[in-house]
């Protein structure tokens, strides 16, 4: 696998036109997870998730995302797209193992730095836009939901299966889900734990467009943020705000009571045992392989 590299406070107006390179990406040391490039013509940001084997995402991988993602906006960056380093997964959702018998500082930790992370990717003032290039269950449909456009490969799965798990999406998951598909299609989704086809989910709009191949993916995001060029970009993020302020403001005011529920669900023996047998069965079909 290329080793990415990560790029931080990178003042996307300081980034001289080159021509023969066209992306910038920095290192820094504390990026274990995540490649974070800014392409010098475009000014669109590109967020690769890269903690194989899966992108699971864990507090470490979470924090990562957003710093990344508050980078983009305070270098003014023109869009930021997010997609994976992986050929076959987008993200597997949240690491299991942050919830499964877990330590009491930590996992409210994971849990404080996914709120973060989503009302930072939700409230973005840039354009957003997923490139979905593999499995995007649960936390990965999350991510997807919180961008303002998705674009997707063929023959990979998308949605909110918390409940073939045994735990509950929450009303955040649930209400990103419902900006983008009807009432009735997301209630039964969701309570079915239905993961849907590339296919089924274009047909219910969960994604807007289907491509075959991930360059095709980004080309399509960055269309989509190209779009906003005439656009005045205070004009642009107020109305945004005033579409996902609700939402936002519920979280925010509400952050220490969705953590305990979270926890009061988690820790329940029969919440446990239901993610160790589920947790049990991906580790048999992983050797199966
Ligand atoms: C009233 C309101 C109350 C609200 C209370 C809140 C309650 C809690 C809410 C929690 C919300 C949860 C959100 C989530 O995101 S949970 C995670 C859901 N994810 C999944 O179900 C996906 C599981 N994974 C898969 O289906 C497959 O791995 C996948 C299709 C993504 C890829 O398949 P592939 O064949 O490529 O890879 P493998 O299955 O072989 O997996 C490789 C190894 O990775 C491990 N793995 C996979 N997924 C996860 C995961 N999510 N977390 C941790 N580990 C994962 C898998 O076990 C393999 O490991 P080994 O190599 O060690 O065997």
């Given at each position: 696998m290329n080793i990415i590299r990560t790029v931080r406070s990178v003042a996307f107006s300081s980034i001289p036109n080159r021509t023969l390179s066209t992306t910038r990406s920095l290192s820094t040391p504390?990026?274990?997870?995540t490649a974070f490039e800014v392409n010098?013509?475009?000014g669109i940001a590109t967020l690769t998730l890269n903690r194989p084997?899966?992108?699971?995402?864990?507090l470490e991988l979470l924090t990562e995302m957003r710093n990344c993602l508050k980078d983009a906006e305070t270098n003014k960056c023109k869009g930021l797209i997010i997609t994976s380093s992986s050929n076959s997964v987008f993200t597997a959702g949240l690491d299991l193992l942050e919830m499964y018998q877990p330590q009491d500082e930590r996992v409210k930790s994971f849990w404080t730095a996914l709120q973060s992370m989503w009302m930072e990717l939700y409230g973005s003032k840039i354009p957003t836009a997923a490139a979905i290039n593999g499995h995007a269950p649960a936390g990965g449909c999350l991510i997807a939901t919180a961008c303002e456009y998705r674009v997707m490969l063929p023959n990979f799965t998308i949605g909110l299966n918390e409940t073939l798990i045994g735990i509950v999406a929450p009303k955040w998951f649930v209400s990103a889900f419902l900006n983008v598909v009807p009432r009735r299609v997301a209630e039964q989704a969701i309570t079915q734990g239905k993961l849907f086809t590339t296919a089924e989910a274009h047909h219910v709009g969960l994604v807007d467009d289907v491509v075959n191949t991930k360059e095709e993916a980004i080309a399509k995001c960055e269309q989509f943020i190209a779009?906003?060029?005439?656009?005045?970009p205070y004009a642009r993020a107020l109305t945004k705000q005033q579409f996902r302020i609700k939402e936002l403001q519920e979280l925010e005011q509400q952050r220490e009571k969705d953590l305990q529920i979270f926890l009061g669900l988690i820790m329940q023996p029969s919440v446990q045992k239901a993610m160790g047998i589920y947790l049990e069965g991906l580790k048999k079909k992983s050797k199966k392989q």
């Open positions: 504390s990026a274990q997870y010098d013509k475009t084997p899966v992108n699971s995402l864990n779009s906003f060029k005439n656009v005045n």
